[in-house]
């Protein structure tokens, strides 16, 4: 290996990342042990994060009814996934989501919508929603919707909006062999337009599409150089009806490799452990939060994932602890008690397929 277990972990201390060939190997390199990587990869985790493991749902406004043709996703146009579609949520629904996330003590709000991306009409609804929102709660907002230029991440960040989410999902180059009615040029340009705009990046990837190693470490540096603060990193799910069904290169191991390669790039970004974990991570799951800090519970947008309580045990078993719950997660009383967090169900979700190595 390029660098030493040690070397990897000093200089992720000091903000630096290791070469694109290193990062490589640790990827791919059959010599580099997993312990010792992890090991290298929590140095970092420790100092930023300490032990803490920050705990998100998603609250979905819109699912369904969207033009694009990503090959990963149920809610695209050429899935044949058995999608429940509804329009977005009425603003008393999201109000509602607003107000048990603030009563759960989160930290933050987090909604998606399906789509290409919003027209300025809603943008502009959007932005009343955010503005009113922050009004009514002292909470920070997220919001994934797509697509966006100039005018809408001005409007938005005018409203208030703290972070907007748009997954980079893979390298320029391997992008037009999962989707063709937009470029990753058009993905990057939304994320430059929110940065420029004062906004917080969130941005991540999708593990498991056919890439090579090299793409993920494309992905890992270019969000490095965006000042991504928080790094959603996903395992395809085989959907059922969906064009990619992966390319069965995802073991426990490489899902490690990945994480922990994603932390040494970027040292200091909030790096969620997303979907697919369930099923590909396998017994491996608490593992994950060595380089990891941060992961989803409860549905994802469109497939299943475990139950909260489940996943708090697993935090807790690992010698973790919740730091903060972010999105509609609630709780009935003070304390970060298992048995008292609830996910109010979506409705939405698919039933979680079998998942493959």
């Not at 992008?175 to 906004?199: K, M, N, S, V």
């Not at 073991?251 to 369930?278: D, F, W």
């Not at 947008?301 to 489940?310: H, Q, V, Y």
Request: proline residues 5%; negative net charge; glycine residues 10%.
């Amino acid at each position: 290996m390029l660098e030493s277990y040690e070397e990897l972990a000093a200089r992720a201390l000091r903000g630096e990342a290791p070469s694109e060939a290193c990062a490589l190997e640790l990827l791919e390199d059959a010599g580099v042990e997993m312990l010792p990587l992890l090991q290298a990869a929590f140095v970092p985790r420790r100092h930023h994060f300490g032990r803490g493991v920050s705990v998100q749902v998603l609250d979905n406004l819109q699912n369904g009814l969207c033009p694009e043709d990503c090959g990963y996703c149920a809610q695209s146009a050429i899935s044949q996934a058995p999608v429940r579609s509804h329009a977005m949520k009425s603003d008393e629904e999201i109000f509602a989501g607003a107000e048990r996330a603030a009563r759960a003590g989160a930290a933050r709000y987090c909604m998606a919508m399906s789509g290409r991306g919003p027209s300025l009409g809603r943008t502009r609804k959007l932005a009343t929603l955010i503005r009113s929102l922050k009004e009514r709660y002292p909470i920070e907002l997220c919001l994934s919707v797509g697509i966006m230029d100039e005018r809408h991440t001005q409007m938005l960040a005018e409203a208030g909006l703290d972070r907007l989410n748009h997954n980079l999902n893979s390298s320029e180059s391997h992008y037009p062999r999962i989707c063709t009615t937009h470029r990753w040029a058009d993905r990057l340009a939304t994320l430059e337009a929110a940065r420029r705009h004062g906004l917080e990046v969130c941005s991540g990837l999708i593990a498991g599409m056919g890439e090579t190693g090299r793409d993920l470490v494309e992905v890992a540096f270019k969000l490095r150089e965006l000042g991504a603060a928080s790094i959603p990193v996903n395992f395809l799910i085989p959907i059922e009806g969906n064009p990619l069904q992966g390319d069965g290169s995802l073991s426990p191991e490489g899902c490690l490799r990945t994480l922990c390669m994603m932390r040494l790039v970027n040292p200091s970004a909030e790096i969620r452990v997303a979907a697919g974990r369930e099923g590909h991570l396998r017994g491996l799951q608490s593992l994950a939060l060595y380089p990891a800090n941060s992961l989803f519970v409860g549905d994802y947008l469109t497939t299943r994932g475990d139950p909260m309580a489940e996943t708090l045990a697993m935090i807790e078993d690992a010698g973790f602890e919740v730091a903060e719950i972010e999105g509609t997660a609630h709780r009935e009383a003070s304390g970060h008690d298992r048995a008292k967090f609830q996910v109010p169900g979506t409705g939405e979700a698919l039933l979680r397929p079998e998942l493959t190595r």
